[in-house]
């Protein structure tokens, strides 16, 4: 099975498991762009503006931080659930170079990314399922985390003065969150998706993020418990996510069962 293949899988999840095939389209930018400080400003300031003027928030009730974290967290969720969808679903490891990989502006939604053709591909063999499951962790976080979403993290951390236990809480949390929409799509491969993202998380820089918790033990979906706060609720009205620390007890545990029973 090659690369393509692997990812048409993982895209019939939904456009947030989606790269296209790239093109030599003008409007696409290279990786590379989003290590640069002024185009993560620019993206920033354009993602704040459409917020303020979704909801009719004063400009000062929204600072740049809170969005700069939010728009992390989506753009880690564009990089992470198409691999992650990729090997849960179709068994093989999509491992793309940065400089095979390409982005373009959107008003709203998914970040659209664009990939080569010629990808590397993954497909840990080994002879017990918990090796196996060792091996796609450990390349999902050498080449995806690390190759990938590492020195973009690092990028808004300097450009944004973020703390990176709140950015790579965000990566958790994107991880974690693919792997429970991977779990509501295709719940025969819920069980295969929530081990490796159990697996991913038990290594740095990712150990220590959050834990992943299976609450129904008939039901193989696992849910996430930061150890940190993307930072949203400091927007008027925005509240915490289901899986931020501050979040009640009482209300995760609802949230969970309303989640499993879709």
């Not at 456009?15 to 930018?29: G, H, V």
């Not at 740095?204 to 949203?232: E, I, K, M, Q, S």
Request: net charge neutral.
């Amino acid at each position: 099975m090659t690369s393509a293949e692997a990812l048409r899988a993982a895209a019939a999840v939904g456009p947030y498991f989606t790269w296209e095939p790239w093109s030599a389209d003008p409007d696409w930018r290279p990786l590379a762009a989003l290590t640069d400080g002024d185009v993560l400003a620019e993206r920033v300031a354009a993602a704040r503006t459409a917020l303020i003027g979704m909801f009719g928030l004063p400009e000062d009730d929204v600072p740049e931080r809170v969005i700069a974290s939010v728009t992390f967290l989506g753009l880690a969720s564009r990089l992470l659930s198409p691999p992650l969808g990729a090997v849960a679903l179709a068994g093989r490891l999509p491992v793309p170079r940065p400089d095979q990989l390409w982005w373009r502006p959107a008003p709203g939604g998914p970040w659209p990314i664009a990939y080569a053709a010629d990808l590397a591909i993954a497909a840990p063999a080994a002879a017990d399922r918990a090796a196996a499951d060792g091996a796609a962790a450990g390349d999902f976080v050498t080449g995806l985390v690390d190759g990938l979403v590492a020195p973009v993290l690092r990028a808004f951390r300097d450009r944004f003065v973020l703390s990176p236990q709140v950015l790579w809480g965000n990566v958790a949390s994107a991880l974690a969150g693919a792997a429970g929409l991977l779990a509501g799509q295709r719940p025969d491969r819920a069980e295969a998706a929530g081990r490796l993202v159990e697996r991913i998380l038990e290594i740095p820089p990712l150990a220590g993020t959050g834990t992943l918790v299976r609450p129904d033990p008939a039901n193989a979906r696992r849910f996430l418990v930061r150890h940190n706060c993307c930072l949203y609720y400091r927007i008027p009205g925005g509240g915490t996510c289901g899986d931020c620390v501050l979040t009640p007890a009482q209300d995760r545990v609802r949230a969970w069962q309303s989640a499993a029973e879709r």
